[in-house]
C-alpha cells in the first residue's frame, strides 16, 4: 500500500435507463495504491455524507496498516516486535487472529508473514530479480503463523525472531472494503464499493427491480475481455492473478504472487476470482487459491459454504466455478 495523495470525488452518470432511474451517484477516494469508490442509485442522494464519512475510515487503516510509511502502526510492529511484546489497537489484533485462522485453513497458502519473500524476490520496490536458494531459504525461515506470538488478555503482537515482518497486502484492501460497508449501511440500503479493480463490496442488491449488482470479471490473459459475469447481493469479491506484476528472466515469467509454502512465484493458474460474505475473506481467499490452486479451492468451498471461486487454470481456454452462493450469480463468458 503506496502512499498517495488524497483526493475525493462525487460524479453523476448516467446508467443504460431512464433519466430518472438510471444515474449514479460515485464518490471517490485515492488510497492504499488505488481508488476506492461508494456507487449508488441516485435516489440514495442522503447517502452521499455517509459515503464520505466511511472512506474517511480508508485514510485511517492506511495509515495504521501500510508497510511503506514509517509511522504506521505495523511498521512500529515490524521494527520491535523481536525484541519483545508490542500492544497494537483492538481492531489490528483482530486482524491478526483472522491472518492466522485464515492461513491454517488454507494451509499456508495464505501467510500475513510473508513479506520477506516478496522483499527477496525484488516486489517491494517492483524492481524484481531472482534471488538465490540461499537467500529464499533465509527468507522462509522468518515465514509463518509459528513466528506470530499473540496474546489476547493484553493485545500484544511478539514475534518469534528477528526478521519477520507481517504485511496486509493480500487482505488489507477487502480489509478496508468491509470497514466502509459497515459505516455506509447507516445511511445507505444499497451500494457498490470497489478498491481498484481487485475487490468489490455489494451493499444490497443494486438498483430497484434489479437481481443484483451486474460486475464483470476481466480475463486475467486478455484485458479487452470478460472471463465471467456476476449479479452480487451484500456479498464481495476479490481477484488475484499476476498479469499485472511480474517479471522475465532468461526467458521465464515470474509472477509477484509467492507461493509462502515453497518461496517461489506461484504457477498454475492464470487467475482466479472469489465470492465470500466478507471482502477480508476474499481478498485473502483468491490469494490463496491462486497459490493453492483448484485442489485447495474445491476442498476450502466444501468446507465452507457460501465461499464461491472462478479459476482459470494456467493453459485452460475455459474458467471452472466452485462451490455456491446465494447471494451471487455467475455467468461464464465464451468467446
Known sequence: MQTVKRREFL??????????????????????????????????????????????????????????????????????????????ESSLFELLRLCVELQRETGGAFDVTSGPLSRCWGFMKREGRVPDAREIEEARACVGNEQLILDAETLTVRFARAGVEINFGSIGKGYALDCVAANVRRGVRSALLSAGY?????????????????VGVRHPRDKERRLALLRLRDSAMSTS???????????????????????????????????????????????????GGRGLAEEYCARHPGVVAVMLESGAERAVVIGGNENCEVELIDE
Open 11 to 88: 460524479q453523476l452518470t448516467p446508467g443504460r435507463r431512464a433519466l430518472s432511474a438510471g444515474y449514479w451517484l460515485h464518490v471517490s477516494r485515492s488510497a492504499m495504491a488505488c481508488r476506492f469508490e461508494v456507487t449508488m442509485p441516485a435516489r440514495e442522494r442522503a447517502g452521499v455524507e455517509a459515503a464520505r464519512e466511511a472512506l474517511d475510515e480508508v485514510d485511517r487503516l492506511e495509515q495504521q496498516l501500510t508497510v511503506y510509511r514509517e509511522s504506521s502502526e505495523v511498521s512500529f510492529v515490524n521494527r520491535h516486535a523481536a525484541d519483545g511484546p508490542v500492544p497494537v
Open 198 to 214: 481487485s475487490s468489490l463490496r455489494a451493499v444490497g442488491g443494486g438498483d430497484a427491480g434489479q437481481r443484483g449488482w451486474l
Open 241 to 291: 492473478g499476476s498479469e499485472e506484476q511480474f517479471f522475465e528472466h532468461e526467458g521465464r515469467r515470474y509472477g509477484h504472487v509467492i507461493d509462502p509454502r515453497t518461496g517461489y512465484p506461484s504457477e498454475g493458474v492464470s487467475g482466479v476470482t472469489v465470492i465470500a460474505q466478507s471482502a477480508a475473506h476474499s481478498d485473502a481467499l483468491a490469494t490463496a487459491f491462486f497459490v
